[in-house]
C-alpha cells in the first residue's frame, strides 16, 4: 500500500461513503494508523511515540486500578467500534470493560449492534484530531472518557447523550482526575515498573483507605 499519510501527521478525507471507511480500514489491517470516521469526513493519523507512551501509561494505571480493587476487567485496547446505522466509527486509544465485562468475556469480536460499548475510553490528545471524536464516543454511548491533554486529566461522563466533565470517575469511586496527574508527571522522572510499583502502594494505602471511609 503506498505510503498516503507521509509527510504529514494525519489527513481528513471527505465525501467518503460508509463503504469506502470500511475499504480503508480493510486496506489499513492491522498498520498502526488511527482511522476516525463521523458521517462522510475521515481522519487518518499516525500514532507518535509520545502518543502511545502516555496511552499505554495510563492504561497501566486502569489495569493496576482494577487489580488492587478487586475489579474484573476485560481491555479491549484499540478494537475498531463502529455502528452503520449511525454512521460513525473510531479506534479509542485504549478501552475497558468492567460494569460490562460479564457481557464480552469469551468474545473474538464486538458488534455494537449486539453488545454494549466500552465501559471507559482514554483518549490522548497530543496531535489534536481534526473530527470531534468525543462526539463519536457519545453516539456509540460510551458512558466514561478520560482525556489527556497537555499535561492535563480531565475525566468525562456522558448524560443525556452529552459528556460532562466531572471531579471524580464514575468507574473508580473516590479516584479524581487529580489524583492521577503526579504519577503521570513521573513518567519523565523514572520508569514504569518504578511508577506502578508507587501507583500500586498509593492506591493500597490511600485510595481504598477512601472507600472504606466513604
Known amino acids: 500500500m503506498p ?9 481528513t478525507l471527505t465525501e467518503i461513503s460508509w463503504e469506502g ?3 480503508i480500514l480493510n486496506l489499513l489491517g492491522d498498520r498502526p494508523v488511527r482511522v476516525t470516521y463521523n458521517r462522510g469526513l475521515l481522519e ?8 502511545e507512551r502516555y496511552k499505554k501509561l495510563l492504561a497501566r494505571l486502569v489495569e493496576t486500578l482494577t487489580e488492587e480493587l478487586n475489579l474484573p476487567m476485560e481491555a479491549g485496547g484499540s478494537t475498531t467500534f463502529k ?7 473510531l479506534e479509542p ?20 449492534n449486539e453488545d454494549p460499548p466500552p465501559d471507559l475510553v482514554i483518549e ?6 481534526a473530527i470531534d471524536r468525543a462526539e463519536i464516543y457519545a453516539a456509540l454511548g460510551v458512558p466514561e472518557l478520560w482525556r489527556w491533554d497537555n499535561g492535563i486529566l480531565q475525566f468525562w461522563v456522558l448524560r443525556q447523550q452529552q ?9 473508580f469511586a473516590q479516584l479524581s482526575a487529580t489524583d492521577l496527574e503526579p504519577f503521570i508527571a513521573l513518567a519523565d522522572q523514572t520508569d514504569q515498573t518504578t511508577l506502578i510499583r508507587r501507583f500500586r ?14
Not at 499519510?5 to 489527513?11: D, K, M, S
Not at 502502594?201 to 466513604?214: D, N, Y
Open 83 to 89: 455502528r452503520q446505522n449511525l454512521e460513525r466509527g
Open 201 to 214: 502502594a498509593w492506591v493500597q494505602e490511600s485510595l481504598m483507605t477512601r472507600e472504606k471511609e466513604s
Open 3 to 11: 505510503d498516503l499519510l507521509a509527510p504529514t501527521q494525519h489527513i
Open 21 to 23: 471507511y470500511e475499504t
Open 93 to 112: 486509544d485504549e478501552c475497558f470493560y468492567i460494569q460490562n465485562q460479564a457481557l464480552v468475556r469469551g468474545k473474538r469480536s464486538i458488534d455494537l
Open 124 to 129: 490522548v490528545d497530543i496531535t489534536h484530531s
Open 163 to 171: 459528556y460532562q466533565q466531572v471531579q471524580t470517575s464514575a468507574t
Open 44 to 51: 487518518l493519523m499516525i500514532l507518535s511515540y509520545g502518543h
